[in-house]
């Protein structure tokens, strides 16, 4: 990663306001900084934001100006932060997005919303740190969860009551309780289970029970033979029509045609299609590793099959998805050895050498 971290200094890309952009400095993927054709430099950028242009200049911006009025009307405005006690001040408006505003130690805080200037919302960085430790909240699969570290909003650690720890986290998330453990799944609707052992007469004269039941929409069921049909609906199962599992033309030749075929998810985690029963009934190999079964065609070519993350691929964590470029995904990572922080792509966590090494 340290060659990564080499190769990107001097990286240039168009902003969407016009102007080029150079990368000057590199620490990290969270933590870059810029400087414009016209010398301006910016701190504390995130590589993904670079690359699709979407790092703001100071004085240029790709959004509608401000009125000259609005600006002479909200520089030198105050108001109380509730989280220190002090009066702060904007001193610079360059946007309902971006202000910068004086506090009254003269201390001053950079780039903040008017939105949090007028909820009382603003303090120093360093406060920041400690405001929210020791914060718990109730995830959606049930268990409590603690702040354990905290950068900046949109960069938080958190803990659950097992001891279970996942890293780059948002705190909108953890207020919405939707901070995912790595293997305890989120409580869901409870399938009605009285519905599997129902037994019914399918149109073909053999017996037909229902031996899995996730929804309305989608069961299992398993003739007398030992057949077993995939993902019908309970409507299908109750008045019979229950197709009895074959191979035909048809479905050879979709097999022919699907078997093989690669695709990518939303997320940015490719892999193969291993296996084609039917339209309702594919297997999957994710480049990782993961292999899944039973997944609808459909949902598979729209890249809609899901990949859990946190995951863990030979020393490196892959935290959660950080954006697709030419049909790639990359990935927030984290090396359990080195510790080293990036985004890289399956192949390159593949490759990955620690630095230590």
Known sequence: MK??????????????MGMMMTIIVYRDCNDIDIQFEDGM????????????GEIAHPTLSTHRSVSPATRIKRIGETNKSNRTGMLMTITEYRGCNDIDVMLADGTLVEHCTYTSFTRGQIAPPEYQETYRLGESNKASNGMMMTIIAYRMCQDIDIQFEDGVIVYHQTYYMFRRGQIKHPTVPALKHMPDVSKIGRTVVAKNKLKATCIAYRNKNDLDAQFDDGAITYHISWEQFRRGNVPYPGVNTRTLAMANKYIGTRFITSSGVGGVITDYHDSSNVDILF??????????????????????????????IMEKPAYICNDTGNFYCKCTKCSVEDILSIEEIKSHKCIAN
């Open 3 to 16: 060659n990564r971290r080499e190769e990107r200094v001097g990286q240039t890309n168009r902003a969407k």
């Open 41 to 52: 430099v910016v701190w504390h950028k995130r590589y993904r934001d670079f690359l699709i």
């Open 287 to 316: 480049d990782t590793g993961i292999a899944k079964n039973h997944i609808k065609c459909r949902d598979v070519v729209l890249g809609r099959v899901s990949h859990p993350f946190p995951y863990q691929l030979n020393d490196v």
